[in-house]
């Protein structure tokens, strides 16, 4: 069983930077593929970044590109999400996820996915 808890949201301005933790519990934390995803209000979830067990492959949404790093220490059980060059539309709470499969977080098939976080709130003032 892998518990995942995110931390580092908050309010911030348009063009500002945050960076987002999701720290695992767990000792099989390095056999799992992560995954960061979004939900706005009133909008559906949406895929925003992911990587690979060992942080070879990286996979984003045209939406952030350029934008967002994720990164992973696998000797922390961790993975973040650096969010850079910050719009509102970035404005949604933003949920990790853990598979041992990439090409399911990539394809963003949630009902597959093993592990969720449950969440936590970016808001960017314009």
């Known amino acids: 069983q892998v518990q995942l808890v995110e931390s580092g949201g908050g309010l911030v301005q348009a063009g500002g930077s945050l960076r987002l933790s999701c720290v695992a519990s767990?000792?099989?934390?390095?056999?799992?593929?992560m995954g960061w995803f979004r939900q706005a209000p009133g909008k559906e979830r949406e895929f925003v970044g992911a990587?690979?067990?060992?942080?070879?492959?990286?996979t984003y949404s045209d939406s952030v590109k350029g934008r967002f790093t994720v990164s992973r220490d696998n000797a922390k059980n961790t993975v973040y999400l650096q969010m850079n060059s910050l719009k509102p539309e970035d404005t949604a709470v933003y949920y990790c996820a853990a598979d041992d499969k990439y090409q399911t977080i990539v394809r963003g098939i949630y009902n597959d996915m093993e592990y969720w976080g449950k969440g936590t709130l970016v808001t960017v003032s314009s």
């Open positions: 767990g000792r099989t934390f390095s056999k799992y593929a």
């Open positions: 990587i690979g067990v060992s942080g070879g492959y990286r």
